[in-house]
């Protein structure tokens, strides 16, 4: 049994990935029913099962799968589902958060080192305004009645821009780690 929390059906989903593409079919199979038994409308886990069954050759068995899919896709989904999926996105940070932060720290110790000063401030002062209008677009900052304190959840775009412009290489990175987690639900 893995490590993490067991009630976690999304935790039963990875570890069953996990397995799969280790090719153990038979564990995978297991965890994605751990999955499904804790959440049986779990679309992802009834995907997962479905494909690894197909992958061995048991037919019969992925078209049932497919076949609960539908009938889940076809319920109106539930509102804690839907609050659970935006929680699960948001605290992702993608593989080009962490390319474009090494691209940055590459430009700017090239352009430090090559053009010179004027250009490391650039594109420092770039990253600040893409800070700005980033947190401005995701709606980053208090909450509506929320004063902006020393915790970084209630800062404002322009409070993020300028920590970033001064501080660069901490704030930077840790405005793409964290911006996700802090962006509002805007629907």
Same mark, same amino acid.
């Given at each position: 049994?893995?490590?993490?929390?067991?009630?976690?059906?999304?935790?039963?989903?990875?570890?069953?990935?996990?397995?799969?593409?280790?090719? #153990?079919?038979? /564990?995978?199979?297991?965890?994605?029913?751990?999955?499904?038994? !804790?959440?049986?409308?779990?679309?992802?886990? =009834?995907?997962?099962?479905?494909?690894?069954?197909?992958?061995?050759?048991?037919?019969?068995? @992925?078209?049932?799968?497919? /076949?609960?899919?539908?009938?889940?896709? *076809?319920?109106?989904?539930?509102?804690?589902?839907? #609050?659970?999926?935006?929680?699960?996105?948001?605290?992702?940070?993608?593989? +080009?958060?962490?390319?474009?932060?090494?691209?940055?720290?590459?430009?700017?110790?090239?352009? @430090?080192?090559?053009?010179? &000063?004027? %250009?490391? !401030?650039?594109?420092?002062? !770039? +990253?600040?305004?893409?800070? %700005? &209008?980033?947190?401005?677009?995701?709606?980053?900052?208090? #909450?509506?009645? /929320?004063? /902006?304190?020393?915790? +970084?959840?209630? =800062? +404002?775009?322009? *409070? =993020?821009?300028?920590?970033?412009?001064?501080?660069?290489?901490?704030?930077?990175? &840790?405005?793409?780690?964290?911006?996700?987690?802090?962006?509002?639900?805007?629907?």
């Amino acid at each position: 049994m893995p490590a993490q929390n067991p009630d976690d059906p999304v935790m039963w989903r990875n570890t069953g990935n996990g397995y799969f593409n280790n090719g #153990q079919y038979e /564990e995978a199979i297991k965890c994605y029913f751990n999955a499904i038994e !804790l959440n049986p409308d779990y679309v992802d886990a =009834w995907n997962n099962l479905g494909y690894t069954y197909h992958k061995m050759g048991k037919f019969e068995e @992925a078209n049932r799968c497919k /076949e609960r899919i539908n009938e889940i896709k *076809s319920k109106p989904p539930k509102t804690e589902e839907i #609050q659970k999926t935006k929680t699960e996105k948001k605290d992702n940070v993608t593989i +080009s958060d962490w390319i474009a932060l090494i691209i940055l720290f590459i430009a700017i110790i090239w352009a @430090a080192a090559i053009g010179g &000063l004027p %250009y490391a !401030l650039l594109i420092i002062l !770039l +990253s600040g305004v893409y800070v %700005y &209008l980033d947190a401005k677009k995701r709606g980053i900052g208090p #909450q509506k009645g /929320e004063k /902006e304190t020393m915790e +970084s959840r209630t =800062w +404002s775009p322009v *409070s =993020w821009a300028i920590l970033v412009i001064l501080f660069w290489i901490i704030f930077f990175p &840790l405005y793409i780690i964290k911006r996700n987690k802090y962006t509002k639900a805007v629907e």
